[in-house]
């Protein structure tokens, strides 16, 4: 049991450090029935977190389904929520299960080897070594994005902990990438799922695009240039001087702000960034502490889209809007995972 308990500590570690969890917390664990949401569902348990469960039952593999959702409601005590119909695709199932329980903290059990998965797709499909988040704006965590597969597996054994096989994965994306090109790649380097992990914990980097406008403008210091950032930010250099420049933008049926797209049928509204001093509408609570009290990380706050109306900001997008204001604003953030 010593490994476990070292196992449970990597966790707790991960969990401190990246402020998952309130210490005792609730946290609903998403569970399918595999060794990893079993892994994470019993390490929580057992670290003092209060624990429950939810199952999404998707009827994708007919028997086999019921009997995860059998073994979920019997061994996890998971609430088990019946949505779903067969030949929706790996995206929508994942937005299916991310709808339920949306007011409570959620965890899934998402780890090392999920991530590596993730960006060899990603790399794939759209160039992007972007990984899985380990906190999503939408109140779902990952605390076992530190371990591997196969230790989640080793931790059900340590622990006699039944679990289940999902039989279609060799057919899913991640079975390809699993079944083909991971034994592929560990051919050519022993180390290689290490390296590609090594890419999800990069700084992030700029959009090569916007990597290359940047670098022209700060190539020179004859003149005077602009290059655009976002829809509201504005990178201008004048001789020897850089500054950011802020312009609102004008909220208009529907537009894209960096990763969000927002739309309302009010007029008026426009979209800007943070500035010190900003309040919410019609509240004494600076936008400052919105950002705080939601956790979101100071790298991120300086361009997450305000809304406003003149100088009042009615809503902020995934957070809070104003009294009056609360269904003005539709907002979805296409980066989230």
């Avoid at 998402?110 to 992007?128: C, F, K, N, P, W």
């Avoid at 890419?199 to 406008?213: K, T, V, Y």
Wanted: proline share 5%; hydrophobic share 35%; glycine share 8%.
């Amino acid at each position: 049991m010593e490994k476990s308990a070292q196992l449970r500590e990597r966790i707790e570690q991960l969990i401190r450090a990246e402020n998952l969890i309130e210490p005792g917390g609730e946290i609903l664990c998403l569970v399918s029935g595999g060794a990893d949401s079993t892994c994470l569902w019993h390490a929580l348990g057992a670290l003092g977190y209060r624990v429950s469960a939810l199952h999404v039952n998707h009827h994708q593999r007919g028997e086999e389904s019921e009997e995860d959702a059998r073994f979920c409601r019997v061994v996890l005590g998971a609430e088990v929520v019946e949505a779903g119909e067969p030949g929706m695709s790996e995206s929508e199932l994942r937005d299916l299960r991310y709808s339920f329980a949306q007011s409570s903290l959620r965890a899934t059990g998402h780890t090392a080897s999920d991530q590596v998965e993730t960006i060899l797709y990603r790399i794939a499909a759209s160039g992007s070594v972007r990984g899985i988040k380990i906190k999503r704006e939408d109140g779902v965590v990952r605390p076992l994005l530190d371990l591997w597969r196969d230790e989640t597996r080793a931790y059900c054994l340590a622990e006699h902990l039944d679990y289940r096989e999902d039989s279609s994965n060799p057919d899913t994306v991640r079975g390809v990438i699993r079944g083909e090109i991971l034994p592929a790649l560990r051919r050519l380097h022993p180390s290689a799922e290490e390296n590609i992990l090594a890419l999800a914990r990069e700084r992030p980097r700029l959009p090569r695009g916007l990597e290359g406008a940047l670098l022209e403008l700060l190539g020179s210091q004859r003149g005077s240039k602009s290059v655009d950032l976002s829809p509201a930010l504005k990178a201008v250099r004048e001789y020897d001087r850089l500054f950011i420049e802020q312009t609102p933008l004008p909220l208009e049926g529907r537009v894209r702000f960096g990763p969000w797209i927002l739309e309302s049928e009010l007029e008026g509204l426009q979209v800007r960034c943070f500035k010190s001093g900003d309040r919410l509408a019609g509240r004494k609570k600076k936008i400052q502490d919105v950002f705080v009290d939601a956790k979101i990380p100071r790298s991120q706050r300086s361009s997450w889209p305000l809304v406003a109306e003149g100088e009042e900001i009615v809503a902020v997008p995934g957070i809070v809007a104003a009294p009056g204001y609360e269904n003005a604003v539709r907002a979805i953030r296409e980066d989230d995972q």
